[in-house]
């Protein structure tokens, strides 16, 4: 008998054997699109013997049929979870581990089955069925199908930094070489996916079938570029011969001879491919074709080029920098030269334009004290004007000033001194006037007590409330057209000088109700010329201006104190019934009185104002007063003529509190029904005549929650007439006097501007449903509680009963939404404009604008936005702009066009969303720049 078993047990160990041939045996890739799961329980094991793993011909793997896993086998036979294996010919230990193996004793074959893993060295291989052969150092893995017919458990490789998916694979654990069947690996932006794919490297891939797509529905992407044969370097790049675009499945004609695509991920240098197409103003263009420089971690620089055959041509320079916890910035210069029409026609031109944006941000972790910043716009005045891109651009296009700052600051140690160097240009686009300050020092001093003591006793005493500030400004401007700015002499053309501002200041309280404040300022210029004027002919003759140099000074100083209090008063409106609770108003005033006083400057002794004579129509002589530093830098010379003034002003402010009849807490809510309603003015005592000052009304309201509307009136108190040079002038006769009313309308204005959003409307509903004795926050427990848990029928409106059976029978449903706002902005002045001679007064003009902008989004994918402005007081629409967007997944569609006024045009894109594909696009745009995109 023991003879018997032993004969027994040979034969079988011969048998398991011969079901695992030899890797030469295996010269084809099975088809792995019905692989079926092999794992079968010991008890299908005990009643069949055997079972197989079969391809799509019902055909086995490899030769004959191989035995399922018994997982209840001894482990010296089939050892369930970690092993290792370490033949001579591998220079290392393989780790697998699975739900369920066979390993022969004896042999050299290892079957896995169930999130199967093998790892040797740096290679990680997990798979639902790997089969391991270390005769041949070979390793074989792939998924299977489960119930619903779909391909589990597929095979993830990853050696070093690479990985990818494939539907099954091959490898030689010696030579790192291998077949990968229905590859699928992400590289940079896009995916790579490959029918047959040869490992001929640690790194190199050759590819047949290969699909590169930036598509992430990798296993059925919207568009792939063919490759018919290519090879990939994981990570580097992948070059192909030659290719072409499918998209939906379906050839488009656009081909290559071959490609190449970088994958690094990391920025390098290299050549920036130009953009080809035709413009009819300019003719065939090549745009953008440059120079990518990665200098180094923080800083890149790119130069790009565009060239036209008509003769137009432009160089752009774009660099970014950044230097964690030091600053960052970004610098881009343009220069441009566009030619238009046909030398020697009247239909040529040509113009000259260039632009800087330059932005730099330090960070406060470089150097607490030291602070440099700067934010740079400027451009010549035409060159938004001829840039086709701004007309799209509604900011940019209507944009009339451009301003540019450079500012370094130097906080002086734990003193309260600050100083700061600044560069100021501020620009007009609409006339090309620029405005250039350079330099601009400034010395701040922040407010000090110099009177308080270190150590106080006591309360504290009058004197060290005293607190004064202190500025010193250096300043060097010059105002000119762009044309002028080259022939500007700096020292006739510039205007310079210094100033010293030294503002004192004290608070304090008076019988616990009254504020009282006192000030006195002091302003003292420095200024290096003066002007002196005299009148050279006879009435229509003119002012002849004379300048001298050297050094003057012109002092300012004045005083002013101030009272102000708070005043509080009640009112309830009264009812028979005692227990109803009634509105309670209350009205808060805030008075406030000033004196203010400064001497005449315009006095002989000052030396600030002088006057010449004048002849009038009838030869008569008229004195003619002006001042020697009117246009300086820091304003010209204090105002002639004492001041004594009066001002007054009284601010108003009514609130309502008030009980909800349904209002079951108790309580009261409260509303503003005026935020504020102030009237102000002033009379000066010491001033010969028009001792009243201008009449000033202020009142706002709101008219929702979050919405007020602010408005501001002057009247002016005199009234006018004709001087002897015939122009209307202010004369000492009150509107009260001519008129009987306090004051003539001089200006009214005012703007608001609002967002309406899904959200706007929210809280009302919500109020309404808490009303009608539903609890808001139940709503989101609607899904989970039938009708009746959530409000009783009779307590529950219309449509909030059709709201929970909505719920109810649709909870596994998306509420339909489309998310939309609208922003309005509306401003509106009427003012004094032109003279009316006959009824000597000024006629009053209303103008009023209006700005709409607004987005909305009709799926997930489909968005619409819309900017406009309305000139009301023309009734015109001065500018539209709206732009259509599509959301195709991995490519991306808009369209933007501008139906009226001079910049009429339309742009119409579509183009692949990643970066690595950017010129993978079509554009259409009609003239200003008619041109059509070749791609």
């Known amino acids: 008998m023991k003879r018997f078993l032993s004969i027994f047990a040979t034969a079988f160990a011969l048998m398991l054997a011969a079901v695992f041939p030899s890797a030469a045996e295996v010269s084809e890739a099975p088809d792995i699109g019905t692989v079926r799961q092999a794992a079968v329980s010991a008890d299908s094991v005990a009643a069949s013997g055997t079972d197989t793993v079969a391809d799509a011909g019902g055909l086995p793997l490899s030769g004959p049929p191989v035995q399922s896993p018994d997982s209840t086998a001894a482990p010296q036979e089939a050892p369930a979870g970690n092993g290792s294996l370490s033949p001579s010919a591998i220079e290392d230990d393989i780790f697998y581990d699975a739900q369920d193996s066979i390993v022969l004793i004896g042999s050299t074959t290892a079957i896995l089955y169930g999130d199967a893993h093998v790892k040797y060295q740096n290679m990680d291989l997990r798979a639902d069925y790997i089969r391991l052969r270390l005769d041949s150092n070979t390793v074989y893995a792939t998924g299977s199908i489960d119930s619903t017919g779909a391909m589990v458990g597929i095979p993830v490789f990853s050696e070093g930094s690479q990985s990818f998916e494939s539907k099954a694979m091959r490898y030689n654990f010696e030579t790192k070489k291998g077949f990968i069947y229905g590859t699928v690996t992400e590289q940079g932006e896009g995916y790579v996916t490959s029918d047959k794919t040869k490992k001929t490297d640690e790194d190199i891939y050759c590819l047949q079938g290969g699909k590169y797509t930036t598509c992430d529905n990798h296993d ?47 920025y390098q240098s290299g050549i920036i491919l130009p953009t080809f197409g035709e413009e009819s103003s300019r003719g065939f263009y090549a745009e953008g074709f440059g120079y990518y420089f990665a200098i180094n971690d923080y800083i890149d620089m790119a130069l790009t080029a565009d060239v036209y055959t008509k003769g137009s041509w432009s160089l752009m320079l ?34 000259t334009d260039f632009r800087v944006l330059w932005s730099h941000t330090q960070d406060s972790k470089m150097s607490p004290n030291t602070t440099f910043s700067a934010s740079v716009n400027f451009s010549t005045s035409s060159y938004d004007q001829n840039n086709v891109d701004s007309y799209y651009n509604p900011a940019q296009l209507s944009q009339n000033t451009k301003s540019s700052t450079i500012t370094l600051t130097q906080k002086l140690g734990d003193s309260p001194f600050t100083l700061s160097a600044s560069m100021y240009l501020n620009q007009r686009t609409s006339d090309s006037t620029i405005n250039l300050q350079l330099p601009s020092v400034v010395l701040n001093m922040s407010r000090v007590y110099p009177f308080k003591r270190k150590k106080r006793s006591g309360s504290e005493k009058w004197y060290e ?52 404040n006192v000030n006195m300022s002091n302003n003292l210029k420095w200024y290096f010329r003066r002007v002196n004027q005299h009148w050279e002919g006879a009435y229509d003759g003119a002012v002849v201006a004379d300048t001298t140099y050297g050094f003057y000074n012109i002092y300012d100083f004045s005083g002013s104190v101030s009272m102000s209090t708070t005043l509080y008063g009640f009112y309830t409106l009264k009812s028979k019934n005692k227990n109803k609770k009634l509105p309670v108003f209350r009205h808060k005033m805030m008075p406030s009185v000033s004196f203010s006083a400064a001497p005449d400057f315009g006095t002989g002794a000052w030396g600030y104002w002088d006057s010449y004579m004048r002849p009038d129509q009838n030869g008569v002589m008229h004195e003619v007063w002006y001042d020697h530093y009117t246009g300086g830098i820091y304003g010209g010379s204090p105002s002639r003529g004492a001041q004594g003034i009066l001002s007054f002003s009284l601010s108003n402010n009514l609130e309502m509190k008030y009980w909800a009849k349904n209002d079951t807490t108790g309580k009261p809510k409260k509303i503003s029904i005026i935020d504020n309603l102030s009237l102000s003015s002033g009379y000066n005592f010491i001033a010969d005549s028009l001792n009243w000052q201008n009449i000033n009304m202020n009142v706002r309201f709101k008219i929702w929650d979050q919405f007020s509307m602010n408005v501001n009136f002057v009247f002016d108190p005199y009234t006018y007439q004709l001087n002897e040079f015939g122009s209307p002038t202010r004369v000492d006769v009150t509107q009260w006097e001519k008129n009987m009313v306090p004051g003539r309308l001089q200006s009214v204005s005012t703007s608001f501007g609002y967002t309406f959003n899904n959200d706007t409307f929210k809280k009302k509903k919500g109020k309404t449903t808490a009303s009608s004795g539903q609890d808001p926050k139940a709503r989101s427990s609607q899904l989970e509680e039938t009708l009746d848990d959530v409000a009783p029928l009779e307590l529950m409106t219309a449509k909030d009963r059709r709201l929970a059976r909505y719920t109810a029978a649709d909870k596994d449903y998306k509420e339909f939404k489309i998310p939309w706002s609208l922003s309005l902005n509306y401003s509106i002045r009427y003012a004094y404009s032109d003279f009316n001679y006959e009824q ?85 745009q009609s003239e200003a720049a008619a041109r059509v995109n070749w791609f």
């Not at 939906?248 to 970088?262: K, M, Q, R, S, T």
């Not at 959301?887 to 119409?908: E, K």
Request: hydrophobic content about 35%; glycine content about 4%; some cysteine.
């Open 465 to 516: 409330k005293i607190a004064l500030n202190y500025t010193f400004n250096l300043g060097n401007s010059i105002t000119t057209k762009e044309s002028q700015f080259a022939d500007m002499n700096f020292l006739r053309d510039w205007k310079n000088g210094m100033e010293h501002d030294l503002p004192i200041s004290a608070s304090f309280t008076l019988f616990k109700y009254l504020n009282l």
């Open 220 to 266: 059925h992407p919207h568009f792939y570029l063919a490759l018919t044969k290519a090879k990939m370097k994981q990570g580097k790049y992948i070059v192909s011969g030659p290719a072409y675009m499918v998209v939906e499945d379906i050839p488009v004609p656009l081909a290559l001879p071959f490609g190449y695509f970088p994958m690094t991920k990391s």
């Open 318 to 351: 774009a660099s970014s920098y950044k230097w964690r916890y030091k600053f960052s910035g970004s610098l881009n210069l343009s220069f441009v030269r566009n030619v238009y029409g046909t030398p020697n026609t009247p239909d040529y031109r040509a113009s």
């Open 840 to 924: 000597m007064e000024y006629n009053r003009k209303l103008t009023h604008n209006l700005s709409l902008s607004g987005n909305i989004s009709f799926t997930d994918t489909w968005n619409l936005s819309v900017s406009a402005y309305y000139d009301i007081t023309n009734n015109s629409w001065s500018y539209v702009n709206c732009t259509l967007t599509k959301d195709l997944h991995c490519w991306q569609m808009s369209c933007s066009f501008v139906p009226i006024g001079r910049y009429a045009t339309y742009n119409f894109a579509i183009s692949v969303k990643a970066s690595i594909l950017r010129d993978l696009k079509y554009e259409k």
